[in-house]
């Protein structure tokens, strides 16, 4: 069973910055797609960015230009870096690594941005 877990979330300033990291129970060079997503309260869960095993990056046009999506196969992490802060990335962040067959979720990390 492939376990991710998050980790890095929690409160800030907005216009602050914040790194979340998931790490993988197993090599995530198996996955095709790994990829962050949140979820705001009353809302459905939405993508944030995701990053190929061959490094093709996508990201949410809300949050194009603030936050970056990274790698470290060696590590089995995936990482993302978020800045310029606004309230309404106020959300639970889930890690996800995607296969032909198989989806898996994290647990989740909340993060907060107010002042």
């Known amino acids: 069973q492939v376990q991710l877990v998050e980790s890095g979330g929690g409160l800030v300033q907005p216009g602050g910055s914040l790194g979340l990291s998931c790490a993988a129970s197993?090599?995530?060079?198996?996955?095709?797609?790994m990829g962050w997503y949140r979820q705001a309260p009353g809302k459905q869960r939405d993508l944030v960015a995701t990053?190929?095993?061959?490094?093709?990056?996508n990201y949410a046009d809300s949050v194009k230009g603030r936050f970056a999506i990274s790698r470290d196969n060696a590590k089995n992490t995936v990482y993302l870096q978020m800045n310029s802060l606004k309230p309404e990335d106020t959300a639970v962040y889930y890690c996800?690594?995607?296969?032909?067959?198989?989806?898996?979720w994290g647990q989740g990390t909340q993060v907060t941005v107010s002042s």
């Open positions: 996800n690594a995607w296969r032909p067959g198989e989806t898996y």
């Open positions: 197993t090599s995530i060079f198996s996955f095709i797609t």
């Open positions: 990053i190929t095993r061959g490094g093709a990056i």
